[in-house]
Structures are given as structure tokens and as C-alpha cells.
């Protein structure tokens, strides 16, 4: 009969009677991140990061896609592409990327949208295609290059055989090197605003070691997160660095309900004469159930439209999925840790009624 209840326990209630030591085996836990951070290191040092064309300048075309039909109705030898069709699509890309190699450059990211081309009045389906631009370009000599594409594109779909058949593709724009510069320099000025604002919130939540520890769980996240994007080549762009800022609320979400527990438990009276690790492990079990469902329910979301969105959404998603995982790990894991070792039991005063005055002698 007893060996019935036991094994009818709840989930709640097998993690609250485990007996596994978060705090004495942090020191494994460190391992794997560290060899994952090493890794990413070196490949830092030897080729660099991925970049998108946000940090190594660029340029954007869009082309008209004439999904309706209604300029093959002026001239009969121009292709209608439905890019709701995934051949295509892709047939579209192929005469796209024909275009551009011709003047060796390569596209880096495809996009659909729509457009709307008064001189023609005719509207519906187009695609965007970003290229990087040609090393040590200057802005004249890429926006003379960008002419020449502009034009070979309008040939290669056959919008040269009606008037104003240059309508048809339209010259986004350059982003040149220095704007990209700027994007670095802001991102990393937003990164470290974010930062020290969390560590003023959570030390004035609630102690500076908590704080502490929080900053040093979020560097861990972002360390791990930028090794793994170096690691599976990840294009690195300003959604990167969105996705590093949303990271940070993530990271932070579940180690506050940690924190918030222990802090209860430290006032409670209960752990007055026991160790900081006991009252961390405790504290970590008792909100263990509730930061495994929260992770899952965001990782599953995230995780779909990584899966299914296009490359920009993937380039935003991606790394969110890989810190929401981290950001679970160190802050169940690696965390209370880090508070069990730094922090220091305050005494408490005693009140000057408490203390009753000693009898006086007989003499």
C-alpha cells in the first residue's frame, strides 16, 4: 500500500521530496557551458561571426513579380510568377541570382511584399532581394553597380518590352559600412544600458549579491547564445541584437521567481541556523514546476516560428530559442549557486527592550 502512494506522488511533489543538490553540483554544470563558450571563443578568433548585410553594408532591389498577369496582357512574352508557388518562387530566385552573379555578387536573404507601380497602374506580388556589397566599394561606384543590376533585371524578366518597364524594379537603397558601424556601436550601448539597468532592479529588489548573481546568469546566456550562433554559422544582424535584448527578460523572468522564493525563505525564520545552499536548493525546487511550463510554453512558440517563419524571422528566432534553453539552465542551475557562495547571512540586532537588565548582586 505504501509503495502505491509513493509512486502516486505528483510532479510537484517528487521534485519537492528529491534530494538532488543543485548547489554542490553546480560546478558541473558550469562544464558544459564553458566548453561551449571556449569553442565559440576560438572560432571568434579564427573566422569571425557570420555578418548580414545590417553590419557589412549592402544593398536592396525589390522586382515585380506580375503574379495577376496583367503586364503578360501588354506584351505577351513577359512571365507571370505567382510567388505563392513554390516553383515559382524559386524560378524567380534562379533568374534573380543569374543577374547578380553576372556581376559577382550573391543574394543574402529573399523576401515577399507587395508593390504597387503607379506608372504601369498595375499592383500585387514582389520580392526583395538583399545582396552584400563588393569589398572596399565606394557608395558612387555602388550605386553605379546597382544601375547596371537594375537594368540587367528589368531585361532578365522581359519589363524591357513595355514603356516605363524600369517601374518594375526599384532600388531600395545602400546601406553603406558607416551606417553599419553606427548599428554596432548603439546595439552594444543598448546591450550594456539593459544590463545595468537589471542589476540596479534586482539589487534594489532584493540584495546586491542576488543582483550580482543575475548579471553573471545573463552574461552566461549571452556568451553561450553568440558561441552556438558562431558555431551553426547563424547570420548575425540587428534582429541578432533584438533578439540578445529580448533575451535578457527572458533570462531574468525565471531567476526572479528563484530569488523572490528565496527571499521568502530567508525571512520565514525556518533556515535561520542552515546553510545558504539549503535554503537556494529548497527555494529552486519549490518554483522548479512552474519555470519548467513557462520555458516550455515560450520554447514550443518560438521554436514553431523559427521552423516556419521566413530568414529574417528565423534570424530573429533562432537565437531566442537557444537563449530561452540557456537562460532556464543557469537560472535553475548555475544561479543559486552563485548566491548560496556569496551571500552573507545579515545578524540580526536585538532590540534594546529585549534585553532584560541583569539582577544585582547582594552585597
Not at 15 to 42: E, H, Q, R
Not at 183 to 205: D, E, G, W
Request: net charge positive.
Amino acid at each position: 500500500m505504501n509503495k502505491y502512494k509513493k509512486s502516486r506522488l505528483s510532479f510537484d511533489e517528487k521534485i519537492a521530496t528529491s534530494k538532488f543538490d543543485y548547489c554542490k553540483n553546480m560546478k558541473w554544470f558550469i562544464i558544459a557551458p564553458l566548453a561551449i563558450i571556449l569553442v565559440g571563443l576560438i572560432l571568434f578568433c579564427t573566422i569571425g561571426f557570420n555578418l548580414g548585410m545590417d553590419f557589412t553594408g549592402g544593398s536592396i532591389m525589390t522586382v515585380y513579380a506580375n503574379n495577376d498577369g496583367a503586364l503578360t496582357q501588354i506584351d505577351n512574352r513577359i512571365e507571370s510568377f505567382d510567388i505563392n508557388n513554390k516553383d515559382d518562387y524559386n524560378k524567380m530566385q534562379e533568374k534573380i541570382s543569374k543577374v547578380l552573379s553576372s556581376h559577382g555578387l550573391n543574394a543574402s536573404v529573399y523576401q515577399t511584399t507587395t508593390m504597387e507601380i503607379n506608372d504601369l497602374g498595375v499592383s500585387g506580388q514582389g520580392v526583395i532581394v538583399k545582396y552584400k556589397n563588393a569589398d572596399g566599394a565606394k557608395t558612387s561606384e555602388i550605386e553605379d553597380l546597382n544601375k547596371e543590376i537594375k537594368a540587367d533585371l528589368v531585361k532578365e524578366f522581359g519589363y524591357d518590352f513595355i514603356t516605363n518597364g524600369e517601374s518594375t524594379v526599384t532600388n531600395g537603397g545602400v546601406i553603406t559600412p558607416s551606417a553599419s558601424s553606427e548599428l554596432i556601436m548603439k546595439s552594444f550601448i543598448a546591450l550594456l544600458v539593459a544590463l545595468a539597468l537589471i542589476l540596479i532592479y534586482v539589487a534594489f529588489r532584493f540584495e546586491f549579491t542576488s543582483g550580482l548573481a543575475t548579471v553573471l546568469a545573463i552574461f552566461h546566456d549571452l556568451l553561450v547564445t553568440t558561441s552556438l550562433v558562431l558555431m551553426f554559422r547563424i547570420t548575425v544582424n540587428s534582429s541578432f541584437i533584438a533578439a540578445l535584448v529580448t533575451i535578457l527578460g527572458y533570462t531574468i523572468n525565471n531567476t526572479i521567481v528563484i530569488f523572490d522564493r528565496i527571499r521568502e525563505n530567508t525571512k520565514s525564520g525556518k533556515f535561520d541556523k542552515m546553510p545558504n545552499t539549503v535554503i537556494a536548493n529548497t527555494s529552486v525546487k519549490e518554483t522548479l514546476t512552474r519555470s519548467i511550463f513557462t520555458t516550455l510554453t515560450t520554447f514550443v512558440t518560438i521554436a514553431l516560428v523559427a521552423i516556419i517563419g521566413v530568414q529574417d524571422i528565423r534570424d530573429f528566432a533562432i537565437p531566442i530559442v537557444i537563449g530561452i534553453v540557456s537562460g532556464f539552465y543557469s537560472s535553475v542551475f548555475i544561479t543559486p549557486g552563485l548566491w548560496a557562495i556569496a551571500h552573507k547571512p545579515r545578524k540580526k540586532k536585538i532590540k534594546q527592550q529585549d534585553v532584560k537588565p541583569e539582577p544585582k548582586k547582594a552585597a
